[in-house]
């Protein structure tokens, strides 16, 4: 979902590959087993910057995103690396630059790191970044071989300038947090809750908050399947998915036609970011903590419109 031009990254590639023989419609089991990378490390001591306040700040989670030779996304969450930068989280293939159906982050088409990317926050804030690190542009590096990796691994940091650091919030909107990283998965039923910011939806910022609920773990934990009462669109990819604590469990990285048709996937952010900061060139990058408590029913949203969606039935033909 690199923007309102082109699709879910994965959307046409899933209906192709899936196409009619998609007629039984199962719920995909947990994964058992996660790859043993390590954990995101903690903040080193570079002093944190005096953030905006949250109501009053200009750019934040959730903000949008166009990287140059790219697309236009939403923004997940803030990250700090060990020399006191300032990261925003975006998808990987935001920077992509070849057709929607190529979706391996090993082989497609993309921006190199040191692209441009704008930034646009609240109030006509905009900024230039820097994209300093990509898991595709890694991968490739690498030569990954891992097909869960390649598959699931999609995520993108862009360095702010130091103007953007200083009207920044790192909360999540409506939900407050991110209360930390989530490394436990997220297993079929549970809770989950993103905020997205697509161009598609007119600035109406009322379907901007989603609940959903998980059909379960994918690619040996590399990402999960989740429904919400109004999907991700285009221009949603790279938004934030917080669990039901608060924790950052992932980011918005597909929109699937099937097999669970209209389902999002959602790529894991501790395997991700474990990724980067063990293959990448940036030293420890770890993610930043909200500075308002997370709560699963915000003020201002109908307690209907966060009731997590069913899903469709186990064994459905349509």
Not at 15 to 40: E, H, M, Y
Not at 177 to 201: I, K, M
Not at 202 to 218: C, E, Q, R, T, W
Not at 292 to 311: E, H
Request: glycine share 16%; net charge negative.
């Amino acid at each position: 979902m690199r923007g309102p031009g082109s699709w879910a990254r994965r959307a046409a590639i899933a209906g192709a590959a899936a196409g009619v023989a998609a007629a039984a419609v199962l719920l995909p089991s947990t994964a058992s087993a996660r790859p043993a990378l390590a954990a995101p490390t903690a903040l080193t001591a570079a002093p944190a910057p005096a953030w905006a306040s949250r109501d009053g700040a200009a750019l934040h989670p959730g903000v949008s995103t166009t990287t140059q030779g790219g697309g236009t996304c939403t923004s997940n969450f803030l990250f700090r690396g060990g020399d006191g930068s300032v990261y925003i989280g975006q998808a990987a293939h935001c920077a992509g630059t070849g057709e929607s159906t190529e979706t391996d982050g090993c082989t497609s088409a993309t921006m190199p790191v040191g692209t441009s990317v704008t930034v646009r926050g609240d109030r006509g804030f905009t900024a230039t970044g820097t994209m300093v690190y990509s898991s595709w542009a890694t991968m490739q590096r690498q030569g990954e071989t891992d097909p869960n990796t390649c598959a699931y691994n999609d995520f993108a940091l862009v360095k702010l300038p130091q103007e953007a650091v200083a009207v920044a919030n790192p909360t999540v909107p409506w939900f407050g947090g991110p209360t930390g990283v989530s490394t436990g998965g997220l297993p079929a039923g549970a809770q989950t809750f993103s905020y997205g910011n697509s161009p598609v939806r007119g600035g109406l910022s009322a379907l901007s908050p989603k609940a959903g609920v998980s059909a379960g773990d994918v690619g040996g934990g590399w990402g999960h399947t989740v429904y919400t009462v109004s999907p991700g669109v285009p221009g949603d990819s790279g938004s934030a998915f917080l669990d039901s604590s608060g924790r950052a469990i992932g980011l918005l990285s597909t929109l699937n036609l099937a097999p669970l048709p209209v389902s999002n996937g959602v790529s894991d952010l501790s395997l991700a970011l474990a990724y980067a900061n063990t293959h990448g060139e940036l030293g420890d990058v770890s993610l930043v903590d909200g500075t308002a408590p997370f709560t699963s029913t915000p003020p201002g949203v109908a307690p209907q419109d966060l009731a997590p969606p069913a899903g469709p039935p186990v064994g459905a033909t349509s």
